[in-house]
């Protein structure tokens, strides 16, 4: 018997141990939500059809080179809307060679010939469905690397709704939201082009063939230089290798220094090589920032310039190192939760919760007497336990959370009355009190551990279709379950049993 209980001494004292390990200093090692910490709460839409202008772009440009490599004469490929493209004035005597290379170079999109050379081409919809998912995948992944830049500590991302398009951004302790804004919602599409002209108007640049026009900055009459450039980047955003903030060595100005990846510097290099004295054109989402002229030949690094402010410069190289957005975001929801409210949170969640502890403890303590010590130290536990167990998984604690905590309190009661009850009755029946507790606790037992699982079954649904502070509920009353039944079962009989154990005979119980 001696042997029994020491064995299960050192298993509790081991629990005891971890669990304070585990969340001490607590300021440190237990993670507040965002209504308790305060921050940023944002609610995005990825606008998926972005992502799939461009593959149908893409497609477009790339069937287009392939066919003038083959000799496939075409007279034009056009966007019919997101996912479809219609090719015009295809040779009709080429049509199985049209089809081989559709199936070879573009399996995921299906092809219909319609009259006189004319061809429908649309994106299979598994294919479409596959690329709005890993285009919010992507946005999530681009978003994480921004947050964490940022130095954002323990931020949720996570995909939102039951669409899949929306994406739950919480900044907790984060407090500047126009720069979070800022920081994350911007598309980061850099691209290096050759500028052919310049000129106040799109008009004046209509007849350039081969180019894009792109706004630029106003000049100091406010009026907009626009720019002809190729269509084709020298470099984009996901040649770059990294990107930092800087000084420009001349004005010391704030700049953005970049290195890219070998295969770009190459190509780089040669662009830059055959295009001594012309403009080069910084195009970011959309606009020309600046168009310096090449004044020699440029290799693996270079400089970014414009009108940037220190943090605006930080902020483009962090964007520029995460990588660009797949598609554009709009946001439909902001909350902002201030650390003050956050605090008189947590105070009324803690005068709760001690409240509710002390009522407890005072009940037990009048009604079952002596045997009610054993309890409330079960209870005391399994507190710790779930505490230590929040901070250990890293789990964030929310105000729900601390209601899940209070809601742990009053089951982990009701487990030991159920015992208690039990007890009495065998002990009523005649049972010696060694006999009644044993019957007991055996007794109850699958009555406590029923009572659990169903309510663990309702945490999981709970957790899985819930969110943010749904989960962080679903997540302290699964914890708070869990240890529940350790307290109650194990513990609470260990103690009985420590107790009573050095006495050869028990005349009396005091519950």
């Not at 911007?186 to 180019?211: F, N």
């Not at 190729?230 to 010391?252: C, F, H, M, W, Y």
């Not at 507790?437 to 309702?458: E, H, P, R």
Request: aromatic letters at 8%; one cysteine or more.
């Amino acid at each position: 018997m001696k042997k029994n209980l020491r064995w299960k001494a050192v298993l509790i004292l081991a629990v005891v141990a971890g669990c304070t390990w585990a969340f001490y200093p607590p300021e440190e090692k237990i993670k507040l939500g965002l209504d308790l910490k305060g921050g940023i709460h944002l609610i995005m839409k990825v606008n998926t059809d972005d992502a799939i202008v461009a593959v149908t772009r893409e497609v477009a440009d790339n069937l287009s080179e392939i066919l003038d490599d083959e000799s496939i004469q075409f007279v034009s490929i056009d966007d019919v809307e997101p996912g479809k493209l219609s090719v015009e004035g295809l040779d009709i005597n080429e049509d199985a060679a049209f089809r081989r290379i559709m199936e070879q170079s573009f399996p995921a999109w299906d092809v219909r010939s319609l009259t006189g050379g004319s061809w429908q081409l649309e994106m299979r919809p598994p294919d479409l469905a596959i690329l709005q998912d890993d285009t919010v995948t992507q946005a999530i992944e681009t978003i994480r690397r921004r947050v964490d830049a940022l130095g954002v500590a323990e931020p949720v991302i996570a995909p939102h709704g039951e669409r899949g398009s929306q994406i739950l951004v919480q900044l907790p302790g984060f407090e500047d939201v126009a720069r979070a804004k800022e920081v994350i919602k911007s598309t980061a599409k850099l691209e290096l082009r050759i500028v052919r002209s310049a000129g106040l108007s799109e008009e004046q640049l209509s007849q350039t063939s081969g180019t894009e026009i792109f706004p630029g900055e106003a000049d100091e009459g406010g009026n907009v230089i626009y720019y002809a450039l190729d269509r084709v980047p020298v470099i984009t955003g996901r040649d770059l290798k990294n990107a930092s903030p800087g000084r420009d060595q001349e004005t010391a100005s704030p700049d953005i220094n970049f290195t890219l990846k070998p295969e770009a510097a190459s190509k780089f290099r040669s662009a830059t090589q055959e295009n001594l004295g012309q403009q080069l054109a910084i195009v970011l989402d959309g606009s020309v920032i600046s168009a310096p002229t090449i004044q020699g030949v440029i290799y693996d690094r270079g400089q970014i310039t414009g009108n940037f402010t220190a943090e605006s410069a930080y902020d483009l190289s962090l964007k520029l190192r995460s990588g660009a957005l797949p598609a554009s975001l709009e946001y439909q929801e902001e909350r902002t939760v201030g650390p003050s409210l956050g605090a008189d949170s947590i105070r009324s969640g803690i005068t709760a919760s001690a409240l509710g502890l002390a009522s407890v403890v005072l009940f037990i303590l009048l009604y079952y007497r002596l045997s009610g010590v054993n309890a409330v130290v079960a209870l005391m536990l399994n507190l710790l336990i779930l505490v230590g167990a929040l901070a250990y998984f890293s789990a964030t604690l929310t105000l729900p959370g601390i209601a899940g905590v209070i809601l742990t309190i009053g089951m982990g009661v009701d487990a030991n009355v159920l015992i208690f009850e039990r007890i009495k009755e065998e002990m009523r029946s005649g049972k010696t009190p060694r006999t009644a507790i044993s019957a007991g606790f055996g007794k109850a037992f699958w009555t406590i551990f029923d009572a659990n699982v169903t309510s663990l079954v309702a945490a999981a649904i709970l957790f899985q279709f819930g969110t943010g502070p749904i989960q962080g509920f679903a997540v302290t009353l699964s914890i708070g379950l869990i240890s529940n039944m350790f307290t109650a079962i194990f513990v609470s009989r260990f103690i009985f049993d420590l107790v009573l154990g050095g006495r050869r005979q028990v005349e009396a119980l005091s519950i």
